[in-house]
């Protein structure tokens, strides 16, 4: 540790506030008494969001500056209160006192956010008011605090600038892909026929065995329930295998999701026994399956199924009669080129961006490593 640091006790250079939840007959929606929070459902990156709950009985208070932590479901988080507010029993409030810097313990509990462990319980860890207190915190001078507050102020917002344009980029070059996917099928040839799907691919209907059918070991058919398991294109590994056999999809069978989302789609890679939650559509040899996949890929948000008491749901016939345009075979193996070349493009600048992000989060770390040990110069 560098020269002229401390290490402190949290509670000795902080007071700590354990929220405490009123009954709920206190609660209200149009602005009487205190804004309450209850837990990290309103975090925002820094600052609490509005609330939504108010209360007119007053437990526990924050005021503005405190930092709140979440002290249950998860343990770590942390923002800082804006105005007085009432905190529930998944909140605490610590408040800086002279010899700490608010903004230098912020900056301290969110570097140490995934390290703040607290009690094991039966539904969620929680961590109480004298662990937050034993908290060890490495204090420097007061002057040397802000001075690496003000660094890593001015490292945080470029790279939360350099993030912004990141997820801009990212989102472009999805939308490359979209765009593109929505010229063709949008933009078709007049000499394209309008098709039922039904008349160019079968259907399987899942069907789900007993669970008692179901094992881990890699006994029977590879069991698909649903999208769980779905990836950028072809499904991902098993989790689960059934010794009774209901219905089976193929390798190269498209896998729709038709339950709790309708319309996500996948490649079987393999022989496999599908449940309730997903269709298998086999394209026939007059229909290229790659064209089948594009289609349903610019469609999967406007295949709308069943209204159900729980989720939307779609059928075997209804599948059948989605209406597909379909061009000559030789013009639907040169569509689907040059879509897996643009799929293939973009990816690949999705893969660039998504890795900066990364990058971005690792550098954070590494500045908060610095400052925490003395080596911010």
């Not at 029993?89 to 010899?99: K, Q």
């Not at 599908?274 to 007059?286: D, E, Q, T, V």
């Not at 345009?325 to 030789?330: A, D, E, G, H, R």
Request: with cysteine; proline share 4%.
């Amino acid at each position: 540790m560098k020269k002229g640091w401390e290490v402190k006790k949290l509670g000795d250079v902080c007071e700590v506030i354990a929220g405490q939840s009123p009954e709920s007959k206190f609660y209200n929606t149009i602005g009487e008494g205190l804004p309450f929070y209850q837990g990290k459902k309103e975090f925002a990156d820094k600052f609490i969001g509005s609330p939504k709950t108010w209360t007119t009985k007053i437990t526990k208070e924050a005021i503005a500056n405190d930092v709140l932590m979440s002290v249950r479901a998860p343990v770590g988080p942390v923002n800082f209160a804006n105005q007085k507010i009432c905190i529930g029993r998944g909140l605490a409030a610590i408040r800086a006192g002279n010899l700490i810097d608010k903004e230098f313990l912020f900056y301290f509990l969110i570097k140490h956010e995934n390290e703040i462990i607290g009690n094991s319980g039966a539904v969620f860890n929680s961590i109480n008011k004298t662990q937050i207190k034993n908290i060890q915190i490495p204090l420097p001078p007061l002057p040397e605090q802000k001075r690496i507050v003000a660094i890593l102020d001015k490292a945080f917002t470029a790279i939360e600038r350099a993030k912004a344009n990141t997820e801009e980029n990212l989102q472009n070059a999805k939308e490359i892909f979209e765009s593109y996917l929505q010229s063709v099928f949008e933009n078709r040839g007049e000499d394209w026929e309008e098709k039922k799907l039904g008349e160019v691919c079968s259907i399987v209907a899942g069907q789900s065995p007993k669970s008692i059918f179901y094992n881990s070991i890699g006994e029977g058919l590879p069991f698909y329930q649903g999208k769980k398991e779905f990836t950028d294109k072809f499904v991902g590994e098993p989790k689960i295998w059934t010794t009774k056999i209901t219905k089976e999809a193929i390798q190269n069978d498209i896998l729709m999701s038709v339950r709790a989302p309708v319309g996500p789609i996948n490649f079987a890679t393999q022989k496999i026994c599908i449940g309730r939650g997903l269709a298998a559509i086999r394209a026939y040899k007059s229909i290229d399956k790659e064209f089948v996949f594009s289609f349903l890929l610019h469609h999967k948000n406007s295949i709308v199924g069943n209204a159900g008491a729980v989720f939307n749901s779609i059928n075997k016939t209804q599948i059948c009669a989605i209406q597909i345009p379909v061009p000559t075979l030789k013009e639907q193996h040169q569509l689907v080129k040059t879509i897996n070349k643009i799929q293939d493009n973009t990816q690949k600048l999705q893969s660039i961006y998504e890795q900066k992000l990364i990058d971005l989060e690792e550098l954070k770390k590494s500045l908060l490593q610095k400052a925490f040990n003395g080596e911010l110069i």
